[in-house]
Nanobody, 121 residues
Framework: QVQLVESGGGVEQSGGSLRLSCTASGNIRNNNIMGWYRQADGKQREMVATITSYKYPTYADSVKGRFTISRDGTEDTIQLQMNSLEPEDTAVYYC???????????????WGPGTRVTVSS
């Protein structure tokens, strides 16, 4: 079992900034990928940004240059700094952890309850 606790989110004006944080606990493997996904009303869930346990980040094209994902070196905690927010960023943001074996074979997939981000124009 893996537990994910999210914090941050809320309401912000267009052009503003917000910061999300997620801490994982439980059966976290040394080789894992943590990240943020989002789901806007009526749309499918999409990847926003991920970061490996070796701190290698990946971003969706829509957030490159605006969002930064980081990872605490001593804990399984990630942050998502969201700058230059746009109304299109409005969604429920979900923290995700994917455990992998030493050969990068996926083992399991865990989700947080989600936190809502609303960007007003």
């Amino acid at each position: 079992q893996v537990q994910l606790v999210e914090s941050g989110g809320g309401v912000e004006q267009s052009g503003g900034s917000l910061r999300l944080s997620c801490t994982a606990s439980g059966n976290i493997r040394n080789n894992n990928i943590m990240g943020w996904y989002r789901q806007a009303d009526g749309k499918q869930r999409e990847m926003v940004a991920t970061i490996t346990s070796y701190k290698y980040p990946t971003y969706a094209d829509s957030v490159k240059g605006r969002f930064t994902i980081s990872r605490d070196g001593t804990e399984d905690t990630i942050q998502l700094q969201m700058n230059s927010l746009e109304p299109e960023d409005t969604a429920v943001y979900y923290c995700n952890t994917k455990n992998r074996d030493p050969w990068n074979k996926p083992l399991d997939d865990w989700w947080g309850p989600g936190t809502r981000v609303t960007v007003s124009s």
